[in-house]
């Protein structure tokens, strides 16, 4: 059966064909989509987890009780997945496990750039590099063969372009995989020092062992083209390079790149004259080959960073990308992403925006926009839950320094909260700081696309579960003043704000409202009540053009600059009430549908 | 025969990524080799989009380099001229002459051109249509996407491809009809 799916998507069918029976992931562009699409097949129970060292935790677990397990992340997941990772490395598994790390080359939306095939010499487990959708069917299915026959975890690198680029793809049935035995195992699977050192001594001789094999496997492989030229590439890059090159160069296809293959690199370099190593972000394989002897080009003509397309090659090859037209680009007009219109983050922005007496420490999400025009809401932001303890540790020296006197406020989403932010708000109330931490509760996981989460009483395949309420939990962590406030009511937003400033100790806010774009589900209904069920209009007469509401960086709003009057685009208005709030002349009316 | 590349552009949520499937799966089961690259994420809120479809023999790259496009097809005005740099020199351009204001212009900030399409067409060959006029007259806003995608089958010379047979198969039953009409007219518009 032939279809054409995305990367993410033949992962999702790779782990169904290989018989795998557990998958966890948190969410996160580029790799959301792989444990959306494994949750479609009912043979395999599909999680959410709170964070990324859950999922993997979870799935060294699975693993452990006999079960072949997959676990998927972005590539900063990783890091917050890594002290299991590098311990579960010298375990080994029982049912064979692989972990996804979808990385981003031209963070496209993230934070930082990260060469996550860096873990495989680092964590001392094998790493496969798919380069197109068939690839990655293929390769988790062998990287489970690798994983059992190694008594190893496996992690397989994407780039954004593999995870959201469709090719076509041939799919076939799902293997039959029992669950393996469960034998209690202390050496292999008690970390004591004692039998951890034994399992030091393992992982070399494994590593050795998969250097045979990264020098058999047809995962790597010649094309040669009896040119003088030679690319050595892997993952996207591979496809960019042959766009490039054609025919017209000779080709060392990397899929297995952790153990290097050493002997097919020489063996390769002896067919060619000259060597160009295409590799997106870390210069990890040009270095094998020049600590083989071998002279290469890599990083010395292709940049270090971001995505190696065909036109980034061309430019670092020959001086030039293809020709293009020549336009008046002045006429462009950027188009950043903006907070949704009805965006309860809306409320709390504005209001905190206009705050001289505060700084902010902010988070990855969607709030991550309030740091944009109109607000610029946003001191610092660092790492997924890292809100809060930032907040905290800037709070601390603030009150040191007498000529500061600002309040910090740290914000983050309820997904981010159970993520790794509680563990921030244990540090504001254990170390007795007077940081304010606001958690901006939308319902649901935001920015990725609608993933369900601890607080939002549903599971991945939207079955009702036990929705853990983030005030009692607040509550629980020692937090003595906590605020519940609807966002979109502006006048309880800024009595909350001073409220909470004018406090000598910490607090908590939570502000409560769904986000707009969501499902809602039959308990938001019940809680907030019809939704979203009326639009607001602007009375021209009334209008006196002071541009107060489009301050409130709605994108429902203009502003027409010929009859100096805003105006609400009706299709986009979904009637939160925000600028009727700040217009001082009442000129925007609530319309019911 | 060389790879084919077809630049779909557009403002989140205008559907660029039904016509980019549509269009992706009648090219597969018309027996070329496709590869289709989207970027989804933090764009999605308001930002700009684009679908980059290549199809031919056997497609390598899944993403359309700076002067690679055969076509550009923009769903929105402003979005045709930011991702111009895209189009082959030789290549052509289907634009709807529809307008979404992105925050600078809301706010004022910046001011939202109106000579776009003259730039446009005076730079390379342009095709303007009125998607949105068209897609009101068939009584749902919400299929300017297939008109223009209808429009494109018909500039690539994609028409043998049985396209309502690939409509039927990737649309809910109660749009079936509609985007059929739609896809038609699209044709017709170019």
């Given amino acids: 059966m032939k279809k054409l799916m995305t990367g993410n998507e033949a992962i999702a069918r790779g782990a169904y064909e290989a018989g795998v029976k557990f998958a966890s992931a948190y969410a996160g562009t580029p790799s959301t989509e792989i444990l959306e699409n494994i949750a479609l097949y009912k043979e395999i129970k599909a999680e959410w987890a709170p964070n990324e060292k859950v999922a993997l935790e979870s799935v060294c677990g699975a693993s452990i009780a006999g079960a072949r397990s997959l676990a998927a992340m972005k590539h900063v997941g990783v890091n917050v997945a890594a002290d299991a990772l590098f311990t579960y490395s010298y375990q080994g598994v029982t049912g064979g496990t692989v972990l996804i790390t979808a990385d981003e080359p031209g963070q496209h939306s993230s934070q930082n750039e990260q060469d996550n095939r860096n873990y495989g010499p680092f964590a001392k487990i094998p790493v496969l590099e798919p380069s197109n959708s068939q690839e990655c ?3 988790v299915k062998t990287a489970f063969e690798i994983s059992e026959k190694y008594d190893t975890i496996v992690l397989i690198r994407m780039t954004t372009r593999v995870c959201h680029s469709k ?21 292999k699977y008690l970390t004591l020092p004692s039998f951890s050192r034994k399992n030091r001594v393992k992982v070399e001789e494994r590593l050795n062992r998969l250097e045979d094999f990264s020098n058999e496997t047809e995962l790597n492989r010649i094309e040669d083209n009896k040119s003088n030229i030679g690319v050595i590439a892997s993952g996207g890059a591979y496809h960019y390079g042959k766009e490039v090159f054609g025919d017209e160069a000779s080709y060392l296809k990397i899929g297995f790149s952790f153990p290097y293959p050493d002997k097919l690199i020489k063996n390769f370099s002896e067919k060619v004259e000259k060597i160009y190593v295409i590799e997106e972000n870390d210069p990890i394989m040009e270095n094998t ?4 002897g071998i002279e290469c080009h890599g990083k010395d003509i292709f940049p270090s960073y971001g995505e190696l397309t065909p036109d980034v090659l061309r430019k670092a090859l020959y001086g030039k990308a293809a020709d293009t037209i020549d336009y008046n680009k002045d006429l462009v007009v950027g188009r950043p992403p903006t907070l949704c219109a009805g965006c309860p983050h809306r409320g709390f922005f504005y209001e905190i925006a206009k705050r001289k007496d505060v700084a902010i420490s902010g988070d990855i999400g969607c709030y991550a926009l309030g740091a944009s025009e109109p607000y610029n809401a946003m001191d610092f932001n660092l790492c997924m839950g890292g809100a809060f303890s930032t907040a905290h540790g800037a709070q601390q020296v603030f009150d040191m320094n007498v000529d500061e006197n600002k309040r910090v406020v740290g914000v983050l989403g309820d997904s981010t909260f159970f993520h790794t932010g509680i563990n921030g708000l244990f540090n504001v109330v254990y170390n007795k700081s007077k940081a304010i931490s606001v958690i901006l509760d939308n319902r649901i996981t935001g920015m990725t696309g609608h993933q369900e989460n601890p607080g939002s009483g549903y599971t991945l395949q939207g079955d009702p579960t036990e929705m853990i309420d983030i005030e009692s939990l607040v509550r629980a962590c020692g937090v003595k003043n906590i605020r519940v406030v609807d966002p979109n009511n502006l006048a309880d937003m800024k009595e909350t704000l001073d409220w909470a400033v004018g406090l000598d100790e910490a607090s908590v806010i939570i502000t409560r409202w769904p986000c707009a774009l969501k499902k809602f589900s039959k308990e938001d209904k019940e809680e907030f009540g019809d939704l ?13 053009g002071c541009k107060k ?10 502003f027409d600059k010929a009859s100096k009057k805003s105006f609400i685009d009706i299709l986009q208005c979904v009637g939160c009430g925000v600028c009727s709030q700040v217009c001082p002349v009442e000129a925007i009316e609530r319309v019911e549908m | ?50 679908s980059q479809v290549r ?20 769903f929105e005005k402003m979005e045709a001229l930011r991702w111009l740099e895209y189009l082959k020199p030789q290549g052509k351009v289907v634009v709807n002459d529809f307008k979404i204001l992105p925050m600078p212009a809301l706010s004022g900030k910046e001011e939202y051109s109106e000579k776009i399409l003259e730039e446009l067409s005076s730079k390379v060959e342009t095709k303007i249509i009125d998607a949105g006029k068209e897609a009101l007259k068939l009584g749902n806003a919400k299929v300017m996407n297939v008109i223009l995608l209808g429009s494109t089958i018909k500039m690539m010379e994609l028409t043998d491809i049985d396209w309502n047979k690939i409509i039927e198969d990737n649309v809910k039953p109660g749009f079936v009809d509609i985007n059929k009409t739609a896809l038609e007219a699209g044709m017709k518009l170019v």
């Fill in chain 1, 549 to 558: 509401c489009i301050k409130t960086g709605c994108p429902a709003i203009s």
């Fill in chain 2, 55 to 74: 199809y031919g023999k056997q497609v390598q790259s899944p993403v359309i380099e700076l002067g690679g496009a055969d076509i550009l097809v923009s």
């Fill in chain 1, 289 to 292: 080959v020049k600590k083989l």
């Fill in chain 2, 1 to 50: 025969m060389e790879t084919k590349s077809i630049l779909l552009v557009g403002v989140g949520g205008q559907g660029t990524i039904l016509a980019s499937k549509l269009l992706t799966t009648g090219l597969m089961e018309a027996g070329y080799d496709v590869k289709m690259s989207e970027i989804h994420g933090m764009s999605q809120r308001g930002g700009s989009v684009s």
């Fill in chain 1, 137 to 139: 069917l293929d390769m």
């Fill in chain 1, 532 to 544: 979203f069920t009326s639009k607001y209009k602007i009375d021209f007469e009334k209008c006196i």
């Fill in chain 1, 167 to 187: 090719s076509i793809v041939e799919c076939s049935d799902r293997l039959d995989i029992p669950l393996k035995k469960y034998e209690k195992n202390g050496p």
